[in-house]
């Protein structure tokens, strides 16, 4: 659908044994692969959470999702505490000019 472009994401949620519980989808707007493929990822986590799945096997077929989930659960689970929170792009000016002059 292009990369940014119109994005949707789709998902199924089954047990281990590969019964069908509950598909899903949904449209995310203009926005990127990444985020449609994290997006899905959210919703099987929710809706597993809320059926009181408590053994899941993720799968998901983008290796960059994969890969930032992996360090992201490996990070969080170190003996701290992390909040994370929202902010307006323009009190973020510093981290954004930061990134556009990566190469």
């Given amino acids: 659908m292009g990369n940014p472009g119109r994005t949707r994401f789709g998902g199924l949620v089954g047990d281990l044994?590969?019964?069908?519980?509950?598909?899903?989808k949904g449209?995310?707007?203009y926005s990127t692969n990444i985020h449609a493929e994290l997006e899905?990822?959210?919703?099987?986590l929710a809706i597993a959470w809320d059926r009181n799945i408590r053994s899941l096997l993720e799968d998901a077929d983008c290796m960059d999702v994969i890969?930032?989930?992996s360090c992201m659960k490996t990070l969080l689970q170190r003996?701290?505490?992390?909040?994370i929170s929202h902010t307006y792009r323009e009190a973020n000016y510093s981290a954004d000019k930061l990134a556009k002059e990566a190469t």
């Fill in 27 to 29: 449209y995310i707007g």
């Fill in 40 to 44: 899905a990822v959210r919703c099987d």
């Fill in 79 to 83: 003996e701290w505490n992390v909040t």
């Fill in 67 to 69: 890969h930032l989930i």
């Fill in 17 to 24: 044994l590969g019964t069908w519980i509950v598909d899903y």
